[in-house]
């Protein structure tokens, strides 16, 4: 199986930075793609940025010019570097990953637990 371990979350002020960090570990072939999504209370799960399978990187646009994806793909880890951050940006911040997993092979998707961001005004 594969596990998604996320860090990083907290309080800051609007204007502020965090860094959000999610380990991917288990029996892991490959991972095909892997970002991070976002839920704000009463609010749909939405995609914040992402590698896609090709190894391009997709950002809601609303995070456009302040967030930004990173991954170290020898130890299946992406980062999440947030600046400027502002109040509408709170939310659970999940990590997914899609993984190809080793014998027997097989792709699954994977979330994390999620990681709350506040960002006080």
């Known amino acids: 199986q594969v596990q998604l371990v996320e860090s990083g979350g907290g309080l800051v002020q609007a204007g502020g930075s965090l860094r959000l960090s999610c380990a991917a570990s288990?029996?892991?072939?490959?991972?095909?793609?892997m970002g991070w999504y976002r839920q704000a209370p009463g609010k749909q799960r939405e995609l914040v940025a992402s590698?896609?399978?090709?190894?391009?990187?997709n950002y809601a646009d609303s995070v456009k010019g302040r967030f930004s994806i990173s991954r170290d793909s020898a130890k299946n880890t992406v980062n999440l570097e947030m600046n400027s951050l502002k109040p509408e940006d709170t939310a659970v911040y999940y990590c997914?990953?899609?993984?190809?997993?080793?014998?027997?092979?097989?792709?699954?998707?994977?979330w994390g637990q999620g990681t709350l961001v506040n960002v006080s005004s």
């Open positions: 997914n990953a899609g993984v190809f997993l080793q014998q027997p092979y097989r792709y699954l998707e994977r």
């Open positions: 288990g029996s892991i072939f490959r991972i095909n793609t």
């Open positions: 590698y896609t399978s090709g190894g391009s990187t």
